[in-house]
């Protein structure tokens, strides 16, 4: 009778150790929310995607039709549908500012932590890719074309590629069924790495604003943290709520409510607003390959910032100018954002291509930038 015991104990101070008496900073601010927004975010988007999967029919003849009747004749289909749209859009706002916190307060110096993020990153950008295909409406269709076709780029292999991504000759029913398994399948392996991520911030503990020791001023995280968590549930349920309920086409295209026409091209292909920013990227740049290979390393220009880092102090809190370029490169990622919406003419890629060249410049500029900063201050007190 005591084995049970012993192993509901065990699982129970697991428990209570990872989340009810986890020793945590003593200074940290609202911003430090969003890791378990983004938890609430895949919550959300796992279960309206499962219901929604019951009701989907991934074939090129019946897929448009099926999520017509989901929205039309399914009980509360509409608000599964809607919701899980927004879903997206709020997983990737708060994904954003994640990373944001994560360069201001040199959180990336937490290399483990750092690099398992990149990973769920990218992760959650094929995801949310092969779900936007699902629908096979116009956008559906040419955007899954578009940026499949990227793969050509490759040398020598990229042709086969990309007919093996296809599944044939041109983006086909064989296409969608892969892309809905896949879209299925990827939130449950993004759950394990989610798992690893969380045992990696276990093993170095939390970052704190002012980048100090996090061994020292500890308190638990119940119910201090816990607390300020349930706010920013209850605030990012209320978007979930609102946006669902009285703008659910705030996020979609409307060329996405037509049914998917090869032979028709819309005017103006574009991605969802949270992959923006890496299309005006990848059109800023005249050569096709050199376009993929800035739109890739747009996002793996992150991994860099832990080896370019030589400032003294980790947090952008303690160097002015660090300041000044984090908000710049926040502008360029809004700027490039608009960009990205507009159409390949002049002055939108002559800017494009200036806005591109300062993103990348200052992802490799803030980790250094404060050398110079400590040099003066360290001069001084010597």
């Known amino acids: 009778m005591q084995k049970p015991t012993r192993k509901s104990n065990s699982l129970t101070n697991l428990v209570n150790n990872a989340v009810y008496d986890l020793p945590t900073p003593v200074n940290l601010s609202t911003l430090w929310n969003t890791g378990s927004l983004l938890g609430l975010c895949l919550i959300v988007q796992m279960l309206t995607g499962i219901f929604l999967a019951m009701h989907y029919i991934p074939n090129t003849e019946y897929a448009f039709q099926s999520v017509a009747h989901i929205s039309r004749d399914v009980n509360y289909g509409w608000l599964l549908r809607n919701t899980h749209t927004t879903g997206a859009s709020m997983f990737f706002l708060c994904v954003y500012i994640h990373i944001g916190r994560g360069i201001y307060f040199g959180s990336y110096l937490r290399t483990n932590m750092w690099m398992s993020g990149m990973v769920l990153l990218l992760m959650l950008m094929a995801t949310a890719f ?81 980048g100090l020791n996090s061994n020292t001023n500890l308190i638990p995280f119940h119910p201090f943290y816990m607390l300020k968590d ?24 409307p060329e996405n409510f037509i049914l998917a026409n090869p032979m028709s091209t819309p005017i103006h292909i574009q991605p969802e607003w949270y992959f923006l920013f890496a299309y005006a990227i990848l059109r800023a740049i005249p050569n096709k390959l050199g376009g993929v290979l800035a739109m890739t390393f747009s996002i793996l220009a992150l991994l860099m910032m832990p080896i370019l880092h030589c400032n003294k102090m980790s947090s952008t809190t303690h160097y002015p100018q660090n300041q000044l370029l984090f908000w710049l490169l926040v502008s360029a990622f809004l700027m490039l954002t608009w960009l990205g919406s507009m159409p390949t003419d002049k002055p939108y890629l002559e800017l494009s291509q200036l806005i591109t060249t300062a993103y990348f410049s200052l992802i490799f500029t803030i980790p250094m930038a404060g050398t110079v900063w400590d040099k003066v201050m360290f001069h001084h007190k010597a």
């Open 230 to 253: 349930v706010v920013g549930f209850v605030a990012l349920l209320v978007g979930f709520s609102l946006i669902p309920l009285f703008y659910p086409s705030l996020v979609s295209d």
């Open 130 to 210: 092969l779900g936007y295909v699902l629908p096979w409406g116009q956008m559906s269709y040419w955007g899954a074309t578009v940026i499949t076709n990227l793969l050509s780029a490759i040398p020598y292999l990229g042709d086969s590629l990309v007919k093996w991504v296809w599944g044939g000759f041109t983006v086909s029913n064989a296409t969608l069924n892969r892309f809905f398994v896949f879209h299925f399948l990827l939130p449950f392996i993004l759950t394990a790495m989610v798992i690893i991520h969380l045992v990696f911030l276990h093993e170095t503990g939390s970052n704190n604003p002012l």
